[in-house]
């Protein structure tokens, strides 16, 4: 946990979010300023800054990452996604801790 970062402060429920999915290693919750009729976060509980500090004893995370977005694809009854990840601030990433944006289509 870093308590200046904004997402650790959605994780200890500080700041409320739209919690779509919770368990010990990962929370989905809508995206603030939706950029698609669906738009979640995918983030880990362990606080990694960016996706270049992801390290070999993280990798299961983003794997597992790739199996919540099939869950919630199914659950949402999506037709389409797209899964990002903005890396660094020419990456366009504004809140570092991992991310993964669930943009989702259902029609
Ligand atoms: P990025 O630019 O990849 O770092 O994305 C950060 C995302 O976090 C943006 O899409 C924001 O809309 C979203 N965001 C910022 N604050 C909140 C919040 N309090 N709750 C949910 N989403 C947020
Ligand atoms: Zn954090």
């Not at 597992?64 to 990456?91: D, F, T």
Request: net charge negative.
């Amino acid at each position: 946990m870093d308590m200046n970062c904004l997402f650790c402060k959605i994780l200890d429920k500080q700041i409320p979010a739209k919690i779509e999915y919770e368990d010990d290693n990962v929370m989905v919750f809508h995206d603030i300023n939706p950029k698609a009729p669906v738009h979640l976060l995918i983030i880990p509980k362990k606080h990694i800054a960016t996706m270049m500090d992801v390290t070999e004893e993280d990798l299961s995370i983003i794997s597992y990452i790739h199996k919540i977005a099939q869950e919630q694809y199914h659950k949402l009854g999506l037709k389409g996604m797209r899964l990002i990840n903005n890396c660094g601030e020419k990456g366009g990433q504004e809140v570092f801790h991992l991310h993964y944006h669930l943009l989702g289509w259902t029609e």
